[in-house]
């Protein structure tokens, strides 16, 4: 009977080979999941680096060197530039020299920064960011925004009013514009058409060649004006001229004389504008130095994270 007897095998190893396969299942779809993020993530970090590198090797330099040009640009062209009528009397000439000397000194200083980022990046940023701002500060003064501007500071607005209430200077500049001719043309061939459109007359013309129009005088001719019989002298007069304001002077109006040598040449708003059409071009250099500045102390900014960024990669 014990011989006869028959041993059943056992099945429980397939058992557990199954359950262990069904366990390692799982884990090996994990894995794979991770291996398959991972790979997603480094085309993109690999995308990332190549990009920071394109622009901190390329596409930020060349924008950078192109806007110095602009600085190259314009300095040469106030080199070359005509000097208006009777500014080397206020030595504006020496002054404009001055200021194109300057941007030629940027536009060396900024791509020697840009050739140099590599090797010594902090200290060219540093460099850029005090030239940049220092700019920054004479273009607003130049443009009239910055309120605290110094008054010897040339060719600011503050600056040319403490010279033309000079009599010493006022009194050169007036005996140039009369050299200069500033009314001959108006004298010998006075236009016809009355009112005069005074409004696309130079500002020199119109402030020393012709009485302020708040004097209510009539015309015989552009430069020989008479004072209306049933209206007296003004109480009081406002003109303007671009953004100068003067209220409750009538001294223009008496200053007037019908002589081609006297005219308006003692007016306020001779004065004035005299300083409107030597000041424009000083506004525009202002305006183009806040702009200039500002764009490259970003783009100076950007080169300077690409650059480090690059080397934090490298």
Same mark, same amino acid.
């Given at each position: 009977m014990a011989d006869n007897a028959q041993v059943v095998p056992v099945e429980e190893p397939a058992a557990t080979a199954t359950a262990t396969a069904t366990t390692t299942e799982p884990e090996e779809a994990k894995s794979s999941d991770k291996m398959e993020s991972q790979g997603d993530n480094k085309p993109r970090v690999g995308t990332l680096v190549a990009l920071v590198n394109i622009? #901190? =090797?390329?596409? !930020?330099?060349?924008?950078?060197?192109?806007?110095? &040009?602009?600085l190259l640009g314009y300095a040469v062209w106030l080199l070359y530039m005509r000097s208006y009528d009777c500014e080397d009397i206020l030595g504006l000439p020496r002054v404009q020299t001055l200021a194109s000397?300057?941007?030629?000194?940027?536009?060396?200083?900024?791509? #020697? =920064?840009?050739? !140099?980022?590599?090797?010594?990046?902090?200290?060219? &940023?540093?460099?850029?960011?005090?030239?940049?701002?220092?700019m920054l500060f004479i273009g607003l003064a130049y443009a009239g925004v910055n309120e605290m501007q110094s008054r010897r500071f040339p060719a600011t607005r503050m600056w040319f009013k403490l010279k033309i209430m000079d009599d010493v200077n006022w009194n050169n500049i007036k005996s140039c514009i009369y050299d200069k001719g500033a009314c001959n043309d108006l004298i010998y061939e006075s236009p016809n058409e009355k009112p005069y459109n005074r409004r696309n007359m130079p500002p020199i013309k119109n402030g020393c060649c012709m009485p302020p129009e708040t004097c209510n005088m009539d015309a015989i001719n552009a430069t020989f004006w008479y004072r209306r019989k049933d209206e007296g002298p003004p109480?009081?007069?406002?003109?303007?001229?671009?953004?100068?304001?003067?209220?409750?002077?009538?001294?223009?109006?008496?200053?007037?004389?019908?002589?081609?040598?006297?005219?308006?040449?003692?007016?306020?708003?001779?004065?004035?504008?005299?300083?409107?059409?030597?000041?424009?071009?000083?506004?525009?250099l202002g305006i183009f130095l806040i702009v200039i500045s500002i764009l490259l102390l970003i783009s100076h900014l950007l080169i300077f994270m690409a650059t480090f960024w690059e080397r934090f990669k490298g």
């Open positions: 622009l #901190a =090797a390329g596409v !930020l330099p060349i924008f950078t060197f192109v806007l110095s &040009l602009t000397v300057g941007l030629l000194a940027v536009f060396v200083v900024s791509n #020697a =920064a840009l050739f !140099l980022r590599r090797k010594f990046p902090m200290p060219a &940023l540093v460099v850029m960011v005090v030239i940049l701002l220092l109480s009081s007069m406002t003109l303007m001229y671009g953004d100068e304001m003067m209220v409750g002077r009538i001294s223009d109006c008496q200053l007037w004389r019908n002589d081609w040598s006297i005219l308006c040449y003692d007016c306020r708003s001779c004065k004035f504008g005299f300083v409107r059409s030597v000041r424009r071009k000083w506004w525009q």
